[in-house]
């Protein structure tokens, strides 16, 4: 009976390991997915800077955007908890400071939609961070981000403008991170994903950023 004991312990010892590590791939994953979308914004800012001398500065110009983060985007829900986990904040200081003053009025969110498409597929999340940007046109900073990662196509800026760009980015250790972003006049945005592709997330991208992107006015 004691060997029983012994052995149906040893069965529920080895159950309880593989829930933690579960557990800690999902939160793994998610900060992958934080440092890929720094990687990313940081990349285009700092090499944005370095192509300044042949970027159209844009001088005596107000800002005439702001960006905001709603707690709605359609089927999308900010998600705080995950923002949390993910850091946001700290993502923020560093692309202010990566940007060389470029980049002003940062602001992140991390976006669920629960049900999934059309309650078929898994969870989608998006990560988006983005802010006013000045010093930089939008043709040098969709450039930059083109240069600095191999693949990047252009996508459309909608409605609202500007440049866009979109790429995979490849990712050693956990496949890919479909990035995509957008620049206009005065304002900067990325978002990224690692449950969506470029086209999927090129989609995404034309309906959230009217939601962010507000009139300064």
């Not at 390991?17 to 990349?43: E, F, Q, Y």
């Not at 192509?51 to 900010?78: E, F, I, N, Q």
């Not at 692309?95 to 059309?118: P, T």
């Not at 597929?121 to 450039?143: C, K, V, Y």
Request: aromatic share 6%.
């Amino acid at each position: 009976m004691r060997e029983r004991r012994t052995s149906a312990g040893g069965r529920q010892g080895s159950r309880k390991p593989r829930g933690r590590a579960g557990r800690s791939g999902g939160k793994a994953g998610r900060r992958r997915l934080v440092l890929w979308l720094w990687t990313g914004v940081a990349a285009v800012l700092v090499a944005a800077v370095a192509v300044g001398a042949t970027a159209v500065l844009l001088r005596g110009r107000g800002l005439t955007h702001t960006l905001v983060v709603p707690s709605k985007l359609g089927s999308y829900v900010r998600r705080p908890s995950l923002e949390k986990q993910m850091d946001a904040k700290q993502l923020q200081q560093q692309v202010i400071a990566k940007s060389a003053g470029q980049a002003s009025h940062v602001v992140s969110a991390v976006y669920e939609n629960s049900a999934g498409v059309f309650g078929k597929q898994p969870p989608q999340i998006i990560l988006f961070i983005g802010g006013n940007l000045t010093g930089i046109s939008p043709s040098g900073f969709i450039t930059s981000f083109t240069s600095q990662f191999k693949g990047a196509v252009s996508a459309s800026a909608g409605t609202l403008g500007g440049r866009a760009a979109c790429v995979n980015a490849q990712n050693s250790t956990n496949g890919t991170v479909a990035l995509c972003t957008w620049a206009d006049g005065d304002t900067f945005g990325v978002v990224a994903s690692q449950t969506m592709g470029t086209s999927q997330l090129a989609a995404q991208m034309l309906i959230i950023r009217p939601g962010v992107e507000r009139s300064a006015r």
